[in-house]
């Protein structure tokens, strides 16, 4: 199965990425990890990324497209891949189709008030890349689920989820029309719990398998 995740900032889309990664056993890919990721290191791409990341834009697309298929001609993409946080505009949607087109996108639709809510407390675990609301987990540092480093991220603060949320909303957003047009687009809600909105998400894979 090669699938899409398309939502927005904090719809929730990197959490049901890792659950449908490991049930289905398939590579999970998510750009903005990818990027943090070479930030950390200080690679080239991390470099060229940062400044780019921390105003909440896009990265080049002529970057964003080379990560992408090279990662995707790796081994373990044979048996199929979730991609979590690209396309995130038309350009880089049509670039995947030529290089190798979806199966199936999910759409978590989810509203900007609780976008809003849920980013503003999340914290990321270093480790294993999970996703936390601080309503549950309190101030802690600690991941809860394998006791790695909890932060939260430098793009995660005011200014710049705003203008991640309207990037999304100009650039992103019009990809479900794309994809529904082509008749792959399946819509979920986002705003139900996380066990709720999985159990949607397997619906619709279940199906399609
Ligand atoms: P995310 O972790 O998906 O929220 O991504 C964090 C940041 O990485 C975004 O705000 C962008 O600056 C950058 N990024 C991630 N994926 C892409 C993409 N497909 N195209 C361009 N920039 C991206």
Do not use: W
């Not at 929730?12 to 056993?25: F, H, L, M, S």
């Not at 087109?101 to 978590?108: G, Q, R, W």
């Not at 936390?132 to 995660?156: A, N, Q, W």
């Amino acid at each position: 199965m090669k699938l899409i995740m398309l939502g927005a900032p904090g719809s929730g889309k990197g959490t049901q990425a890792q659950r449908i990664a490991k049930d289905y056993k398939i590579a999970n890919i998510s750009t903005g990890d990818i990027f943090r990721d070479n930030i950390k290191r200080e690679t080239p791409i991390g470099q060229k990324a940062k400044s780019y990341i921390d105003r909440g834009e896009l990265v080049p697309d002529e970057v964003t497209c080379a990560i992408v298929t090279d990662r995707l001609s790796q081994e373990d993409c044979k048996g199929g891949y979730l991609l979590d946080g690209f396309p995130r505009n038309l350009r880089q949607a049509q670039k995947l189709e030529a290089f190798s087109a979806p199966d199936a996108v999910l759409y978590l639709e989810t509203e900007d008030s609780i976008l809003l809510e849920r980013i503003g407390g999340r914290r990321v675990c270093r480790k294993c890349m999970g996703s936390f609301h601080i309503s549950s987990i309190g101030d802690t540092t600690v991941c809860p689920v394998c006791g790695g480093e909890l932060y939260r991220r430098d793009d995660d603060n005011p200014a710049t989820l705003s203008a991640r949320l309207d990037v999304y909303h100009r650039e992103s957003a019009p990809l479900a029309g794309y994809y529904r047009e082509r008749g792959i687009l399946h819509t979920i809600k986002g705003n139900a719990t996380q066990d709720e909105v999985y159990a949607a998400i397997k619906r619709v894979l279940d199906k399609l398998q």
